[in-house]
């Protein structure tokens, strides 16, 4: 087996990593809070850092009339599926594609991913904006329009009493090796194309 | 002339100064210098943790208080033999069980010794004991919720003082009786007293996983007063020492008729031999009538179980398992040094104290060389035993505790002090006044092989002039000794809450992180818990109505209840559904002749209320759980007892 070959086995197999650890993880911290409360996002699971984290971050929220957050969600579903025919197709490119192919796997892989951090901005946007008509307190920004509670997609943010943290976790770097994995596996593969 | 006042001012600051330069090394002075330095010591920063628990004994409050140490602030009252309508323990539903004795339901109790169990002779943290003085009982609490779960009532006993002291891997904890009585009570005239009053030596033995209490057996002594106890360590593990006084078997002024005797005893008991006695069958089981309370942290309910026999021993029946040490004039603390070897009679109305050694006490056994007997009890000859005096310490000499080091500190009520002498060479080290009156003393880790040190404090029966006046009724006061020196060093006096017997301390990091923030409401087992806000109901059995109730910021539900009629006997039920730490809710209702409950997360309790009113009663959460908090609240209708307003509730939406 050629090296990119191997590479791209080893790149193919690496976003399987995200069945194994979480994907992404939501901090909140406020004074009351000396232990912040805190969510992490798997493939296919929201689940809490700390017991209770996710039922005391929707009593939270209720007061500003966020939804609960859901026990499962579509994505739950579709992204595991995503990465197991990835997976496969990666695999499949490793014993019998050539270096294009690894390029063809890499830029598949970038475009799932992006597509799922949109996705992800979706839920998260109407998570925070979608508010309870009824909600207990309502907030709004100084040009009068409704406040939004969302998350930062990436990075720190102040909502409310609250700072909040949103940032990638051992699962998403598992699956950023992987991506990254692919396009060196098309360098070298090229590399050595070139050399024969 | 003012420029002369000026300059005499000057000179006599920068006099001052200096003085308060030289005098910063030596721990006698009083400089600003030094006194920041003794703040220190105590002070800790906002936020920061104490390094010390202290589980001081509420004596007539019935309770056990916790503390920390080096800052003296109090952090918890755990109600314990007393009725506390904080939280609702003694009131609700629920917990009423745990105060129920062979005499009834008893709202109050007489707290004295707490003790920490113990595994290889060093304090474990799992649980705390505490005696209960009036009516004999022994309660266990739980030291990962810091809740009363046990208590069991001790038959046979009166005046349960010299208790509750455990063992080295806590096989038992130890109940002795202070005051003898007929056994079993009988009618008879007190002026019989002598020779038909016994003295019960209870052995209750903990179950090693669970802690459950039982009573194994009970030593049935001559009719003394069993002051003080202490367990062997080490060597000496598997016996027990008991302090007596009024060996002369006096019924009536004993402060003159009972202090006649040169010497009284301290009493020898080898547990281990009567346990395998016990284990072989010996013994005998004599009726009894005793409550035994269990709170099972599932169901958060308590239950009383009367106990109907215990097994009792005749001394004499078991040859060589008791002996008396004679101990000169009515010692009250009896004391057992870290090595085991050490046994310290405090002789109260004496001015030296009396030391013992074991090895010395083994060897008079071996050799039979008694001093006659008491009630077919061998007396061992007090020569014989002496290990050594601690001459003209004080007056009045009460409890010794140990600090690992080779050092012992003894209180000395008469004299209000402690005092640090040396085991072995019995040479006075040092002495602190204490104010006033001092009673127990404690040292982290106190009754074990290994006492934490660093830290002492003293607990004084009178507080006079130590804080602001308060009136005529003031609480006690203690104080804090810095013991990590060759001197003891003041530290600081804080105010104790009751009175304050003896404490248990030790190091905070034992139990710190075990201790729970919530109750899984996974595990609430309770018959009448309900889990949602939708699960909630209301149930009526002929006038019994059963609401079966939630809370959760901010509401309860249901909050809104008709069809209750007076004459009902109404039991609100109610899970508190939060699982956040420390977010508590509480209940009360108008005309509620019982007290709130304080529910914690993931708990049920419950509630009686009998309303005797037609009209519309509001209910309220009583813990400023949340921002809406006030508006947490609802409202409960009753109905003329003949009327037919049908039972309905709701919450979110009017009742049709």
């Known amino acids: 087996m050629k090296k990119s070959n191997i590479i791209m086995f080893i790149a193919a197999i690496l976003p399987l990593g995200l069945f194994l650890f979480p994907l992404w993880k939501i901090t909140l911290e406020a004074p009351q809070y000396p232990t912040p409360l805190g969510m992490y996002i798997h493939i296919n699971d929201f689940s809490d850092v700390n017991p209770h984290d996710i039922k005391n971050i929707n009593l939270m929220n209720h007061y500003v009339g966020m939804k609960y957050i859901p026990e499962a969600i579509p994505e739950f579903k579709i992204f595991p599926a995503g990465i197991l025919i990835t997976t496969a197709i990666g695999l499949i490119i490793a014993f019998k594609g050539n270096y294009k192919w690894f390029l063809f796997w890499f830029i598949l892989m970038m475009a799932l991913s992006s597509a799922g951090l949109y996705d992800f901005y979706i839920w998260e946007h109407d998570y925070g904006h ?28 102040d909502i409310l009493n609250f700072r909040a943290h949103s940032y990638p976790q051992l699962g998403a770097l598992f699956l950023g090796l992987g991506i990254a994995g692919g396009f060196f596996a098309y360098l070298v593969g090229k590399k050595n194309h070139k050399k024969a | 002339m003012k420029n002369i006042l000026k300059s005499i001012v000057a000179m006599l600051s920068v006099l001052v100064a200096f003085t308060s330069c030289n005098n910063s090394g030596n721990s006698n002075g009083k400089s600003g210098a030094l006194s920041s330095n003794i703040a220190e010591k105590v002070y800790v920063a906002p936020g920061e943790h104490d390094s010390h628990y202290a589980f001081i004994s509420g004596g007539y409050s019935g309770n056990l208080t916790v503390y920390g140490l080096p800052s003296g602030r109090m952090f918890k009252e755990i109600p314990v033999f007393s009725q506390f309508p904080t939280s609702g323990y003694g009131y609700s539903e629920e917990t009423k069980p745990m105060l129920n004795t062979s005499h009834g339901f008893i709202p109050w109790g ?45 038959p046979n006993s009166a005046g349960n003082h010299s208790s509750s002291f455990v063992t080295e891997n806590t096989e038992y904890v130890v109940a002795g009786t202070r005051f003898s009585v007929p056994v079993p009570q009988r009618d008879m005239p007190i002026k019989d007293y002598k020779g038909n009053f016994q003295g019960a030596l209870s052995f209750i033995s903990v179950a090693p996983e669970t802690g459950n209490m039982d009573i194994k057996f009970q030593i049935l002594m001559p009719g003394f007063n069993y002051d003080l106890s202490h367990p062997g360590r080490g060597k000496s593990h598997g016996w027990f ?37 016990v284990n072989n069958g010996g013994g005998t089981m004599m009726p009894a009538d005793y409550a035994h309370n269990v709170y099972d942290e599932h169901t958060h309910t308590a239950t009383s179980t009367m106990k109907k026999e215990v097994r009792v021993v005749n001394p004499t029946d078991v040859p060589g398992a008791v002996f008396f040490l004679p101990t000169p004039k009515s010692p009250h603390g009896c004391d057992v040094d870290p090595s085991g070897e050490y046994i310290i009679g405090n002789g109260k109305l004496s001015s030296a104290l009396t030391v013992h050694s074991f090895t010395k006490m083994l060897d008079a056994v071996n050799n039979e060389k008694f001093d006659g007997e ?13 290990a050594g005096t601690v001459e003209s310490s004080g007056l ?18 008469i004299s209000s002090e402690v005092v640090k002498w040396k085991l072995g060479t019995w040479e006075v080290i040092d002495r602190k006044p204490t104010y006033y009156s001092v009673g127990h003393l404690t ?24 804080y602001l006046p308060t009136g005529p009724e003031l609480e006690h006061s203690a104080q804090l000794y810095d013991i990590s020196g060759e001197k003891m060093e003041l530290l600081l006096d804080f105010p104790t809450h009751g009175e304050p017997h003896y404490a248990a301390a030790m190091e905070a990091d034992i139990i710190k992180e075990r201790s729970k923030k919530i109750y899984n409401l996974e595990d609430n087992k309770h018959p009448y818990a309900a889990f949602s806000d939708s699960d909630t109901k209301v149930v009526r059995k002929g006038n019994e109505v059963h609401i079966y ?60 209320w009998e309303p005797t009113k037609v009209g519309i009663w509001p209910f309220y959460c009583t813990d400023f759980c949340s921002a809406l908090h006030q508006e947490m609240q609802g409202y409960i209708r009753v109905s003329p007892a003949n009327s037919n307003t049908p039972l309905k509730w709701s919450m979110g939406e009017d009742i049709e």
Not at chain 1, 137 to 143: E, G, L, Q, S, Y
Not at chain 2, 374 to 386: S, T
Not at chain 2, 448 to 459: D, E, H, L, T
């Open chain 2, 549 to 608: 109730m939630t809370t959760i910021r901010s509401h309860f539900s249901p909050d809104n209840i008709e069809g209750i009629k007076v004459g009902d006997k109404v039991y609100f039920h109610i899970t508190n559904l939060e699982q956040d730490f420390d977010v508590p809710h509480g209940f009360a209702v108008l005309g509620q002749n019982t007290s709130e409950l304080l529910i914690m997360p993931g708990q049920t309790k419950s509630s009686v």
């Open chain 1, 130 to 157: 979608n508010l309870d008509p009824k909600a207990i307190m309502k907030f709004t920004n100084p040009d009068g329009t409704q406040m939004g509670f969302q998350p930062p997609l990436f990075g720190s943010k």
């Open chain 2, 110 to 154: 007489d707290s004295h010794h707490p003790d920490i169990s113990q595994t290889n002779g060093e304090i474990d943290g799992r649980f705390i004991f505490i005696n209960e003085n009036n009516t004999p009982r022994i309660a266990k609490i739980d030291l990962t919720t810091f809740e009363t779960t046990e208590i069991i009532e001790v």
């Open chain 2, 443 to 466: 040292i982290p880790g106190g009754n074990s092989r290994k006492p934490q040190g660093k830290y002492m404090f003293a607990m004084n029966k009178i507080t006079k002039d130590r």
């Open chain 2, 374 to 386: 008491a009630y077919g009890i061998p007396i061992l000859k007090f020569e014989d035993v002496l």
């Open chain 2, 396 to 413: 009045g000499p009460l409890h010794t505790e140990f600090d690992g080091q080779g050092n012992a500190y003894t209180t000395f009520f």
């Open chain 2, 241 to 277: 020492f008991f302090t007596t006084y009024n060996t002369e078997e006096a019924s009536t002024l004993l402060e003159v008729n009972a202090s006649q005797n040169d010497k009284d005893f301290i009493a020898a008991v080898n547990w281990k031999k009567i346990e395998e006695y």
